[in-house]
């Protein structure tokens, strides 16, 4: 949302000047504290003026006190100067202009004129609200204009010359003028900083005014002034609700430019893959037209696309294939459209799909009238209305244009709000009285709006029943109070003055003529809703009865809000700190809500128990600032990878105690009326890792619950309000959170599967959780394999050359982060980089006291057989050759069965018969031979279905080994 603000100066020299009490007129207190700048000093003396009108005839006679016979060339130099700023800031009361005016133009040739013109362009466009910037400074020190660049949103940029007294709408025109702009309403100029962004409209607030308070800003972040990275930018911001695409293609292309920018960099957001495919497909078509290339399509994609959109599983192929398939179903490629066809259709697309998006917004505050959730709201103006929303953009009211029946400036203004009121009717029985320093401006907009809605309007409702002498004549239509008309061409400008007009009822489709003074014209291009048309035809206790029941309603759904931290943190947090600038409303923009999302960084720790300890100040800090980078709140060159940042976000906390209920307090903040879509995504992942790991304290324990329970409709909310509850059963984790589950959240995965390996080149996958340790791991998987019992089993994992157990009390994944950073640390990579680690797990025997060969038969064949062979075949056993060549017998009939023509392979296949110092002690004929003669002596015993029973020649073998044993 960008707000039209009210202005404010920076906060230390705004607090001590409305602080009168405070003033000790015998002391500059403004010097008293510590050495101030000479742009500081200005900025006083300037403010002075700005906020006390009163006293400005005051600072013009000091200064021109201080000018009059003047020996020092450096002070005489500087007062001049002075002055220049003074007058470019606000003019002299009424009394004291002539005798300023005649001052000015006896003062030296090379500041009198210049002063002069500053002045009179003081008095045409009205007194600043901002202090000089530095940029304000350094111009009229040499007397020369201020170059302002301004980017279109095609790229393109404009550098266009300013004043102190310059006007958004000033350089509006120019802009407009330049580049042959006709249809221009609704073109303004904003000004955007690191990740602020703020509208000037196309009225009349001063272009410097911004420029100043960014500078201010960006000194509050420890820059100086004259490095604050501000940009201006003209795009569209608002629709009239008759807007026409077709009209102007130098607007349409612009309003086109500013769209597909926004999608790429997710301002507008598409609501399933299909739309973004659409927008996809028009864009490529304007850009190559209807030949699809693979090529062309990789590169176009990439450059259309938002970084969100491109995920694992939803790579370039899978938008590739969306937006072949859009493209050839597409009408416009079908019928060959133009370019210019398909842009106006894009607009026309972002004017019905993103109207809020396209908002004038103001500040206000409701005095008078039915009550709204919040009294202090912003006003939404756009092409569909007029909302009114709360500082977080929730809708507290909507009300079309349909349903307005008058708006008008108001005189007073209660409870000392700064402003005029307007009172806004409604066609249900009540009105809204607001109170806001941008009254007449939204009266002004609402209005224009309601006018040219009229005056384009088919649709009037009759307000009483037809006269029945008139409806004698033959032409004349009946007709009934609340009854809906078309007419039969819209209502013009002089609607009334014409007398009779011909429509069609939309009651009993009768046609005719009927008087003008009896209807109402419905500000609205299209049929209004049926709730509406009955609106005008019920009576006033009948309105009232369907507003009691509105308000009831309203209220259910206000009991039903999200549990906020709000509660907590007036117990718990620190006292919020003075901010300049913030995205918040002015009237909230003073201090931080330290509660609900920001994206603004922290410059202390939530929780008041810690601000107290520098070392874990800075870690807070730090955590605040990789959660806003995981959560995409924060700009960052540097691509997300693996669990880079959520290491970052849960290794303090695992060290430290005091940290955990501060991580948590900050997700739980970043959620809170967070209205970027991706932004709240990726605050749930976080919860839902947080919640895997480590549990917060128990006094912040039953808010956490409150915050999640009130949040079960979102599926990641719903899996949390269960998970937090795990580490308070089983134990906090160790380490971080694995790469694993890192990658599983990414991917909307809440059920993890890992694959285990067996001993029989077998693998399978398995459920494994957050919370899960190495004993119930070893549990769950003997279960699946139906074995007798998880004794004497293990969880081993393999990583190049090195095979580890996993100790049963260790929480699986902790285990695995801790040998995979452990070896990672041994051998790093030569670059410095961070390298990459495969593993494999694998659950095999360990402990075989107690095993009997025979008892598990699953086990035997899975397990025992398998792991006992390779030991066999590496030679840890001892043994004669007449057990060797019963062994080896016994493997070939595991393999082979009773098939005797494998019999003649056995002297290329005994080294998977024998260990090497066997195999030394006869010829490869006499392994044959034996081979051939023990396997006639026994048949193969069979299972069912033909299957060879592993488990009867483990046995024989474990006879055997367990005697050599």
């Not at 100067?81 to 133009?105: H, Q, T, W």
């Not at 957001?269 to 699809?292: F, H, P, W």
């Not at 202390?604 to 800090?621: A, S, W």
């Not at 699986?812 to 410095?832: C, M, N, Q, S, Y």
């Amino acid at each position: 949302m960008t707000l039209k603000k009210q202005s404010k100066l920076t906060g230390e020299v705004a607090d001590k000047l409305r602080n009168e009490e405070d003033y000790d007129g015998n002391e500059n207190f403004m010097l008293i504290d510590r050495p101030t700048s000479n742009l500081e000093k200005l900025h006083f003396i300037m403010g002075n003026g700005i906020l006390r009108p009163s006293i400005r005839t005051e600072i013009y006679c000091q200064i021109c006190k201080q000018l009059t016979q003047n020996k020092s060339r450096s002070s005489h130099a500087r007062g001049w100067i002075l002055m220049s700023l003074c007058v470019g800031c606000f003019a002299p009361d009424d009394n004291f202009e002539k005798y300023l005016r005649n001052f000015i133009r006896s003062g030296p040739p090379n500041y009198a004129p210049y002063c002069d013109s500053r002045m009179r362009r003081t008095f045409a466009n009205g007194a600043r609200t901002q202090p000089p910037s530095w940029l304000e400074l350094q111009a009229t020190k040499s007397k020369k204009p201020i170059m302002l660049p301004i980017t279109f949103m095609d790229g393109t940029t404009k550098t266009l010359l300013a004043d102190s007294a310059t006007t958004a709408k000033e350089l509006c025109d120019v802009l407009a003028d330049k580049i042959n702009l006709e249809d221009k309403f609704g073109f303004s100029l904003f000004i955007a900083l690191l990740d602020k962004v703020s509208s000037l409209g196309q009225g009349t607030d001063h272009v410097m005014d911004a420029i100043s308070q960014c500078e201010q800003y960006a000194k509050e972040q420890g820059a100086q002034e004259k490095n604050a990275p501000w940009r201006l930018f003209y795009r569209k911001e608002i629709f009239t609700p008759w807007h026409d695409a077709t009209l102007d293609e130098t607007s349409t292309g612009l309003i086109y430019q500013q769209i597909v920018r926004g999608v790429k960099f997710g301002e507008y957001r598409c609501q399933n893959d299909n739309e973004m495919a659409q927008v996809c497909s028009k864009q490529y078509y304007i850009d190559y037209g209807t030949e699809l290339q693979s090529n062309k399509i990789d590169n176009a994609l990439a450059s259309y696309l938002p970084d969100r959109a491109i995920s694992q599983q939803k790579g370039l192929r899978f938008w590739s294939e969306k937006l072949q398939k859009c493209h050839k179903e597409a009408m416009y490629v079908r019928e060959r459209w133009e370019p210019r066809r398909v842009r106006e259709d894009v607009v026309t697309q972002a004017k019905f799909q993103w109207p809020l998006m396209f908002s004038r917004f103001f500040e206000a505050y409701h005095v008078a009238g039915p009550s709204l959730a919040k009294d202090r709201c912003v006003v939404a103006v756009n092409w569909t209305g007029v909302y009114f929303m709360d500082e977080d953009e929730k809708v507290l009211l909507e009300v079309p244009y349909a349903e307005i029946t008058g708006i008008a400036v108001t005189s007073g203004t209660p409870h000392k709000i700064k402003g005029k009121c307007f009172t806004l009717s409604s066609a249900r029985g009540n009105s809204r009285t607001f109170a806001s320093i941008n009254s007449e401006d939204i009266t002004e907009l609402i209005s224009d709006f309601v006018e040219g809605l009229k005056e384009r309007s088919r649709f009037v409702i009759a307000l009483h029943d037809s006269n029945r002498r008139d409806t004698d004549e033959v032409n004349i239509m009946p007709y009934k109070k609340g009854d809906l008309f078309e007419l039969d061409k819209p209502a013009g400008k002089n609607f009334t003055s014409v007398g009779w007009r011909s429509g069609a009822n939309e009651r009993n489709g009768r046609t005719g003529e009927f008087p003008t003074d009896g209807v109402y014209i419905l500000p609205t291009m299209s049929a209004p809703p049926s709730e509406l048309v009955t609106i005008f035809s019920m009576s006033p206790v009948e309105l009232e009865e369907q507003f009691r029941n509105m308000m009831s309603q309203t209220q259910k759904d206000e009991d039903s809000e999200p549990y906020t931290l709000e509660e907590y943190s007036i117990d718990f947090f620190r006292s919020p700190l003075q901010q300049t600038m913030s995205r918040a409303p002015t009237s909230r923009r003073g201090k931080e809500k330290l509660w609900c999302h920001s994206r603004d960084m922290l410059k202390q720790p939530l929780l008041k128990k810690i601000i107290h300890d520098n070392d874990m100040v800075q870690e807070g800090i730090a955590i605040f600032l990789a959660i806003m980078k995981y959560m995409g709140d924060y700009p960052t060159k540097k691509t997300q990878q693996g669990s880079e940042i959520t290491d970052q976000i849960f290794e303090a906390p695992l060290k430290y105690e005091i940290l955990k209920d501060e991580v948590y307090c900050q997700i739980m903040r970043q959620l809170t009326k967070n209205k970027n879509g991706y932004s709240e995504e990726r605050g749930w992942e976080l919860m839902w890792l947080a919640t895997g790991i480590f549990a917060p304290s128990n006094q912040l324990l039953p808010h956490l619950q409150k915050f999640l329970s009130t949040r079960r409709n979102n599926i990641l909310a719903n899996d949390c309000f269960f998970r937090y509850q795990r580490p308070i059963r089983h134990g906090q984790r160790k380490y971080p959170p694995h790469v694993v589950e890192v990658e599983a959240i990414q991917n909307r995965t809440t059920q993890i599967f890992h694959k285990i390996y067996f001993p029989d080149d077998t693998s399978e996958a398995f459920e494994v959780e957050s919370c899960t340790k190495a004993k119930d791991f070893c549990k769950s998987i003997a279960n699946r394999l139906r074995l007798k019992s998880a004794d004497g089993f293990s969880l081993f994992v393999k990583i190049g050359d090195k095979v580890i157990s996993v100790p049963e009390g260790d929480f699986f994944f902790d285990f695995v982060r801790h040998l995979t950073d452990w070896i990672r640390r041994a051998k790093p990579t030569a670059d410095g980089g961070i390298s990459t680690l495969t593993y494999q797990v694998f659950f095999m025997k360990k402990l075989w006291a107690g095993t009997v060969p025979g008892r598990d038969p699953n086990a035997d064949n899975m397990f025992h057989f398998y792991q006992e062979k390779q030991k066999y075949l590496r030679g840890y056993h001892k043994l004669t050759k007449e057990e060797a060549f019963q062994i080896a017998a016994l493997l070939f009939r595991a393999k082979h069965g009773d098939d005797k023509t494998q019999v003649s392979n056995i002297p290329r296949m005994l080294k998977e018969l024998a260990p090497l110092h066997c195999l030394r002690q006869a010829s490869p004929d006499d392994w044959k031979k034996t081979h051939y003669f023990l396997l006639q002596q026994k048949p193969t015993p069979k299972q069912r279905g033909g299957k060879v029973n592993f488990s009867q020649e483990y046995l024989q073998m474990a006879n055997i080994w367990f005697r050599i044993l």
